[in-house]
Protein backbone atom coordinates (compact mmCIF):
# COMPACT_ATOMS: atom_id res chain seq x y z
CA UNK A 1 0.00 0.00 0.00
CA UNK A 2 1.38 3.49 -0.86
CA UNK A 3 0.15 6.61 0.92
CA UNK A 4 -0.97 9.70 -1.37
CA UNK A 5 -1.78 12.97 -1.33
CA UNK A 6 -5.52 13.67 -2.12
CA UNK A 7 -5.97 16.41 -4.74
CA UNK A 8 -8.83 19.60 -3.55
CA UNK A 9 -12.12 19.61 -5.02
CA UNK A 10 -10.56 23.05 -6.76
CA UNK A 11 -7.65 21.13 -8.24
CA UNK A 12 -9.54 17.80 -9.23
CA UNK A 13 -12.24 20.06 -11.21
CA UNK A 14 -9.01 21.90 -13.26
CA UNK A 15 -7.75 18.90 -14.57
CA UNK A 16 -11.32 17.58 -15.24
CA UNK A 17 -12.45 20.92 -17.19
CA UNK A 18 -8.54 20.65 -19.36
CA UNK A 19 -10.28 17.12 -19.95
CA UNK A 20 -11.09 16.10 -23.54
CA UNK A 21 -12.61 12.62 -25.51
CA UNK A 22 -9.81 11.49 -27.71
CA UNK A 23 -9.69 8.23 -29.90
CA UNK A 24 -7.53 5.85 -27.98
CA UNK A 25 -4.14 4.59 -30.07
CA UNK A 26 -6.09 0.82 -30.57
CA UNK A 27 -9.77 2.45 -31.89
CA UNK A 28 -9.84 0.75 -34.86
CA UNK A 29 -9.74 -2.91 -33.06
CA UNK A 30 -11.15 -1.97 -29.56
CA UNK A 31 -13.04 1.26 -30.41
CA UNK A 32 -12.05 2.58 -27.26
CA UNK A 33 -11.79 6.15 -26.34
CA UNK A 34 -9.75 7.71 -23.52
CA UNK A 35 -10.48 10.77 -21.70
CA UNK A 36 -7.25 12.65 -21.30
CA UNK A 37 -6.33 15.59 -19.57
CA UNK A 38 -2.80 17.22 -19.59
CA UNK A 39 -1.44 14.30 -21.48
CA UNK A 40 -2.67 11.94 -18.64
CA UNK A 41 -5.62 9.09 -19.30
CA UNK A 42 -8.27 9.60 -16.67
CA UNK A 43 -11.13 7.59 -17.98
CA UNK A 44 -11.14 4.80 -20.45
CA UNK A 45 -14.44 4.05 -22.37
CA UNK A 46 -15.26 1.01 -24.16
CA UNK A 47 -18.18 -0.32 -26.18
CA UNK A 48 -20.79 -3.04 -24.22
CA UNK A 49 -21.79 -6.00 -25.53
CA UNK A 50 -25.05 -8.02 -24.25
CA UNK A 51 -27.67 -5.70 -26.34
CA UNK A 52 -30.21 -7.00 -28.26
CA UNK A 53 -29.72 -4.91 -30.94
CA UNK A 54 -27.99 -6.35 -34.15
CA UNK A 55 -24.03 -5.71 -32.75
CA UNK A 56 -25.05 -6.81 -29.26
CA UNK A 57 -23.71 -3.61 -28.18
CA UNK A 58 -26.23 -1.89 -25.59
CA UNK A 59 -23.96 1.23 -24.72
CA UNK A 60 -20.66 2.60 -22.76
CA UNK A 61 -19.10 1.12 -20.17
CA UNK A 62 -15.51 3.73 -18.43
CA UNK A 63 -13.34 2.70 -16.11
CA UNK A 64 -10.65 4.73 -14.26
CA UNK A 65 -7.32 4.42 -16.17
CA UNK A 66 -5.01 1.91 -14.58
CA UNK A 67 -7.46 1.23 -11.83
CA UNK A 68 -10.14 -1.57 -10.87
CA UNK A 69 -12.33 1.38 -11.15
CA UNK A 70 -15.26 0.89 -13.17
CA UNK A 71 -18.74 1.65 -13.80
CA UNK A 72 -21.76 -0.99 -13.59
CA UNK A 73 -24.11 -0.09 -15.86
CA UNK A 74 -23.85 0.80 -19.40
CA UNK A 75 -24.54 4.40 -20.56
CA UNK A 76 -26.21 5.61 -23.73
CA UNK A 77 -23.46 7.58 -25.21
CA UNK A 78 -19.33 8.27 -25.28
CA UNK A 79 -20.32 11.67 -23.48
CA UNK A 80 -22.67 10.21 -20.96
CA UNK A 81 -19.65 7.09 -20.05
CA UNK A 82 -17.25 9.90 -19.90
CA UNK A 83 -19.10 12.51 -17.25
CA UNK A 84 -19.90 9.69 -15.18
CA UNK A 85 -16.06 8.10 -15.02
CA UNK A 86 -14.59 11.43 -14.40
CA UNK A 87 -17.19 12.06 -11.36
CA UNK A 88 -15.74 8.81 -10.09
CA UNK A 89 -12.30 9.95 -10.91
CA UNK A 90 -12.50 13.15 -8.83
CA UNK A 91 -14.23 11.11 -6.03
CA UNK A 92 -11.33 8.83 -6.15
CA UNK A 93 -8.61 11.35 -6.65
CA UNK A 94 -10.23 13.57 -3.38
CA UNK A 95 -10.54 10.94 -0.88
CA UNK A 96 -8.21 10.90 2.02
CA UNK A 97 -7.97 6.77 2.48
CA UNK A 98 -4.67 5.58 1.65
CA UNK A 99 -4.42 3.17 -1.52
Given at each position: MTARRP????????????????????????RRWHVVSGGDVLVVIEPSYGGTSRSGRNGWRWSIAGRAVAGIRPEKTVQDAATVGLAAWKRWVTTKETR
Amino acid sequence: MTARRPLSATAAQAVIDAAEIVKAPDWSDTRRWHVVSGGDVLVVIEPSYGGTSRSGRNGWRWSIAGRAVAGIRPEKTVQDAATVGLAAWKRWVTTKETR
